[in-house]
């Protein structure tokens, strides 16, 4: 289990008035609407959630990083676990030759609206219960997903995520490591129902038996 950055980078391109989020709107409000995790979330006001989230080519360098990094082939197999719409399991098929690409998310919404190209290989699955047999993927996946989770629903999806890898995972969750990453990851956050630092997320890790690697998303 090692500590790997990939997502770093696309992090730190948003710019976060975090103030604004408590003060503009009736923020328990919005986080209600977020926690449906539909049009709203996805597409709607920012408010809500992401604004508007339309493919960029932003994630072709975490799929061409995370290829060179767990040696994946063509034909490689590849899940992602809350993949929303999928934009970066399309751009592993872009960098890997016949990659056999599968994603799961709870929301509707974001299935519905995945990338065209591999929205046969979606599937509407919960974390914590996922529908494919032991040992089935290359390289297993969760980016940004797992701190939305209740206690008992993390350590079962980290349990899963482990069962189903061959062995090459990674997840990235938010963390804070001083107290105004902390009161920024409270001021942003609209699902978050995870809060800890990174030795506690080591500790969980370690707990639910999960051997892969892993980072961290931090409110500067």
């Known amino acids: 289990?090692?500590?790997?950055?990939?997502?770093?980078?696309?992090?730190?391109?948003?710019?976060?008035?975090?103030?604004?989020?408590?003060?503009?709107?009736?923020?328990?409000?919005?986080?209600?609407?977020a926690g449906r995790w539909g049009r709203d979330y996805w597409d709607g006001d920012r408010k809500y959630g992401y604004g508007g989230y339309r493919?960029?080519?932003?994630?072709?360098?975490?799929?061409?990083?995370?290829?060179?990094?767990?040696?994946?082939?063509?034909?490689?197999?590849?899940?992602d676990v809350g993949c929303g719409k999928a934009h970066l399991l399309y751009e592993f098929t872009q960098v890997l030759k016949d990659a056999e690409v599968y994603g799961c998310d709870i929301s509707d919404y974001a299935l519905r609206d995945a990338k065209p190209e591999i929205a046969h290989r979606m599937v509407?699955?919960?974390?914590?219960?996922?529908?494919?047999?032991?040992g089935a993927f290359d390289l297993v996946l969760s980016a940004n997903v797992l701190h939305n989770l209740y206690i008992d629903s993390l350590f079962a999806a980290l349990a899963e995520i482990q069962r189903v890898s061959r062995g090459k995972?990674?997840?990235?969750?938010?963390?804070?490591?001083?107290?105004?990453?902390?009161?920024?990851?409270?001021?942003?956050q609209l699902t978050c129902r995870a809060f800890h630092t990174p030795?506690?997320?080591e500790w969980i890790y370690g707990?639910?038996?999960?051997?892969g690697d892993y980072s961290f998303i931090f409110f500067e």
Do not use: Q
């Open 1 to 33: 289990m090692a500590w790997v950055d990939f997502l770093g980078d696309v992090h730190t391109r948003t710019s976060r008035d975090y103030l604004a989020r408590v003060t503009a709107d009736d923020k328990a409000a919005c986080a209600e609407v």
């Open 55 to 79: 493919y960029d080519g932003r994630w072709r360098p975490v799929a061409e990083r995370m290829a060179a990094h767990y040696g994946l082939g063509p034909g490689a197999r590849i899940l």
């Open 124 to 134: 509407r699955a919960d974390a914590a219960r996922l529908p494919f047999s032991d």
């Open 169 to 188: 995972a990674h997840v990235t969750v938010e963390a804070y490591r001083t107290e105004r990453e902390k009161v920024n990851l409270l001021y942003w």
């Open 199 to 201: 030795a506690e997320w």
């Open 207 to 211: 707990c639910a038996g999960y051997r």
